[in-house]
């Protein structure tokens, strides 16, 4: 089963965590369900946008999406999530915090 944990920065936020409580219920459901399924092992709708960046589709309503990355084989940091509209933007901003990341894992070893 592979582990899915969010990421939080060096002040203790986390940008995913902030984006799904802003969710409506059905669609805080949905997103809960297409994680399960990742950790599961289903990748069937991630798409690889490269430099260690995957976006999972989910196929309701406003096309939320979800960004992480994977550490490994077995671990998935969650990076933010969002709609179809904000794509780039929020492409950007994962790829920003993956780098975060990284680092912070670096310093730490």
Known sequence: MIRVREYVDAEGRSRYARWFGRLPA???AKVSTA???IELGNLSSVRNLGGGIF???INFGAGYRVY???DGNALIILLGGGTKKGQQ???EAARRLWRDYKQQKKQEH
């Open 26 to 28: 059905p669609a805080a």
């Open 35 to 37: 994680l399960y399924r």
């Open 55 to 57: 976006e999972s589709r």
């Open 68 to 70: 992480f990355g994977k």
């Open 89 to 91: 933007s929020d492409i």
